[in-house]
C-alpha cells in the first residue's frame, strides 16, 4: 500500500473525499515529524509508539573501494508496534 491507496482507504472509511483525506494525512504526517524534531514520542494507543533514538558512531566500510570510514552518530525515528496491532497481524 502506498500513499495514495491510504488516501483512498481514508476516504471511504471516513465518508469524505480524497483531498480532504490527503490534508488529514499530510497533518498527521507533520505532526507526528514535529514531536519526533523536538524529541517528543507519539503514542496511538493499540496501534504503537513513534520515538526517536541516538545511534551511536561506528566504523563502517566502503563496499567499493574496502575502504574503512567513520559513520557518524545521528538521531534516527523508530516505531513500536503496540500489541492490537501485533495481534491483529498475527
Do not use: C, H, W, Y
Not at 27 to 33: D, F, H, L, P, S
Not at 37 to 58: N, P
Not at 64 to 73: L, Y
Amino acid at each position: 500500500m502506498n500513499k495514495g491507496d491510504l488516501v483512498t482507504a481514508m476516504a471511504q472509511a471516513a465518508k469524505i473525499n480524497k483531498t480532504a483525506a490527503e490534508k488529514t494525512l499530510n497533518g498527521m504526517i507533520a505532526a507526528v515529524t514535529g514531536a519526533l524534531k523536538k524529541g517528543d514520542s507519539v503514542t496511538l494507543v493499540g496501534f504503537g509508539t513513534f520515538s526517536t533514538s541516538k545511534r551511536a558512531a561506528r566504523q563502517g566500510m566502503n563496499p567499493r573501494t574496502k575502504k574503512k570510514m567513520t559513520i557518524p552518530a545521528k538521531k534516527v525515528a523508530k516505531f513500536k508496534a503496540g500489541k492490537k496491532l501485533n495481534t491483529s497481524v498475527a
